[in-house]
């Protein structure tokens, strides 16, 4: 009995310490993605305005529709991998939240 007490507190104080890590290298990864995209989209806008490109968004959208059903698959098969060590999710999502607002 105590060790499987032990065991889901070690899981859960491990999840919470991956969740903090976790939060701290996608906030600043999201900071970094954030300012490449700007400078993308600055870039794209000064080409299209001297027309360097043009953009046929109807050929996008006819492209990228095939991407929706795998889509949802990912995301079915996400919540399969989230929800099987519960304990570690909880811990981790705990972990996350309080150092996404910490960071």
Sequence with gaps: ????????????????????LAAIVIKHAAKALGCLLAILFV????LAYYGVVHWNWTEFIE?????????AGAW???????TYNISFTVGSLVGFIVSFRRS
């Design 1 to 20: 009995m105590f060790e499987l007490v032990l065991s889901g507190t070690v899981s859960l104080l491990l999840g919470i310490l991956v969740g903090w």
């Design 76 to 82: 079915q098969d996400l919540v399969k991998v989230v």
């Design 43 to 46: 870039l794209l806008q000064v």
């Design 63 to 71: 492209q990228i529709r095939p991407l929706d059903d795998v889509a």
